[in-house]
């Protein structure tokens, strides 16, 4: 039973490409695409797993948090773009406390892009998978410093190429996404939340694979206009992705 629900990471779990998916914001937010600049529906992948918006999805309905947990509260902290380091700083928002905490990490592809004009070498990309990793599983300590009776859902990384490692209009022309290193970091990621108990995996990778580049457009869980963010559909799927990681966790007890 959890009484509160903490949403960490980057644009993965945020409302902003969504809502903007969805005609669902102020204009002033749609020109900027800026959240501060007005409404913005709560149609991100957070903002669906705490409560269904049943105005866009009537078949997801007691697909929430809200309808499994009536008293819940819910805290999103995750931002545009956030880097691992970037968590750090999200978690000094974090009060301590002893309530039971649900909490979802959607970090990894900011530093993972980085290094998509260098390409690396085995070596090194098999290197930085591991200071990724590392960085990751500080941060799940740290995430259990402040809410000790806390259980995450980690989020691999999803890849909108499709393994072709193209993504049109996201990346400078020439550059490819950095297959290898995302795989590296996914593997590392499966193995961590194997390890833990107080971890379970939400594979969106695996869901959205053939989702990407490869699918006709009206088939596609990305943003049209930048195919590195979900689109509405996108965000439900990571949201039911999110579901099932805590039905198996339920099961497993």
Known sequence: MFSHYLALGDSMSIDLYPALDAGETDVAVALERDASAGRVAPLGAASLLYRNDESHWPDEMGLDL?????HITHTNLAADG??????????ASVEPSDEPTLVTL????????????????????????????QGYALLLDRILEL????????TTIYDPSDRTGKVPGALREGDKLPLPLLDAFNAQL????????????????????GHGVTAPVEDRWYWKRSLLEPNARGASEIRHAWIEALDDHAVRG
């Open 190 to 209: 499966r193995e961590l939340a194997a390890a833990r108990a107080e971890i379970t995996l939400a594979d969106v990778y695996l869901r959205f694979l």
């Open 66 to 70: 809200a309808s499994r947990f009536p």
């Open 147 to 154: 809410r000790p009776a806390a259980h995450l859902l980690a």
């Open 106 to 133: 959607t970090v990894g592809a900011v530093d993972v892009l980085s290094t998509a004009a260098n390409q690396p070498g085995k070596s090194l990309r098999e290197g930085i998978a591991r200071d990724l990793a």
């Open 82 to 91: 956030a880097t691992i380091g970037d968590v750090w700083e999200q978690l």
